[in-house]
């Protein structure tokens, strides 16, 4: 159900501009902040609870 949301965020993170130049570039370094953030932003958005936590855990990252 979230799965999609969850891809299409972690792409956008992923694939950002962070050079300034307009083009973005796959760095697979940061591949663990793109989920974190991508994670983070499905946790704005279904909450704390019990149900809302039951939504984003799975894509919470462990290790490196």
Partial sequence: M???HIAQQFY???L???TGNGVPSLNGAN??????LAAQH???KVGD???GFSKWVPYVHFGI
């Fill in 2 to 4: 979230h799965g999609p």
């Fill in 12 to 14: 956008q993170f992923l």
């Fill in 16 to 18: 950002r501009d962070k």
């Fill in 31 to 36: 591949a663990a902040d793109a989920l974190h």
């Fill in 42 to 44: 499905l946790r704005e």
């Fill in 49 to 51: 609870t019990e149900m």
